[in-house]
Nanobody, 122 residues
Framework: QVQLVESGGGLVQPGGSLRLSCAAS????????MGWYRQAPGKQRELVAT???????NYADSVKGRFTISRDNAKNTVYLQMNSLKPEDTGVYYC????????????????WGQGTQVTVSS
């Protein structure tokens, strides 16, 4: 079982930046893949970015060039640096992690955090 706690959300103006953090219980080096998903009001949850234990990264087309996912195994934390934010980036952002027993596979994965709200508005 993996517990995930997100932080770093908030209100930001268009063009601004935020950095989300996801602290995982235990050693994330054993987790084959982690990621970020988001859900806007009235819409389905969608992929933002994923990162594998080996560092393989996948981004949604809508965030390529603006968002950067990274992981710090020493701190058991995954980050999402979000730059050039747009109003359409507004939503609840969820951290997602796979069970250590899983082989490498596409998301979404087994465990979810509680989510952190990101609002982009002037």
């Amino acid at each position: 079982q993996v517990q995930l706690v997100e932080s770093g959300g908030g209100l930001v103006q268009p063009g601004g930046s935020l950095r989300l953090s996801c602290a995982a219980s235990g050693n994330i080096f054993s987790i084959p893949a982690m990621g970020w998903y988001r859900q806007a009001p009235g819409k389905q949850r969608e992929l933002v970015a994923t990162i594998s234990r080996g560092g393989r990264i996948n981004y949604a087309d809508s965030v390529k060039g603006r968002f950067t996912i990274s992981r710090d195994n020493a701190k058991n934390t995954v980050y999402l640096q979000m730059n050039s934010l747009k109003p359409e980036d507004t939503g609840v952002y969820y951290c997602n992690a796979d069970d250590s027993s899983r082989p490498p596979r596409p998301g979404p994965y087994d465990y979810w955090g509680q989510g952190t709200q990101v609002t982009v508005s002037s």
